[in-house]
């Protein structure tokens, strides 16, 4: 696994809410191989819930729209500061 606090998790995805719901109550502190199973539903959807939904392109369409628009307003940024250098340095000439 890629880092030990990922050790001994599991992630799994239901199509029916009920049968999440179901499976939580029933497995949630349930003993398994000596150590107590704690089941927490996600905070975000899953990517694999997106492929089920076919809205998985979709989400990647807007990750890749957010990433090029933050690096857009990065680069500008890096634009305004390195003028404003140059602006300092041509007044301390």
């Given at each position: ?13 239901f ?73 300092e340095?041509?007044q301390?000439?």
């Open positions: 696994l890629r880092t030990k606090k990922m050790r001994g998790q599991a992630f799994v995805c199509q029916e809410l009920s049968h999440a719901v179901r499976a939580k109550e029933e497995l949630d502190g349930f003993s398994f191989l000596n150590r107590t199973l704690v089941i927490q539903f996600a905070r975000t959807q899953s990517h694999a819930l997106h492929v089920v939904r076919g809205s998985f392109t979709r989400m990647v369409e807007q990750r890749r729209a957010e990433l090029l628009q933050d690096r857009a307003q990065h680069e500008q940024t890096q634009v305004e500061q390195q003028e404003e250098a140059l602006q340095m041509a301390t000439e």
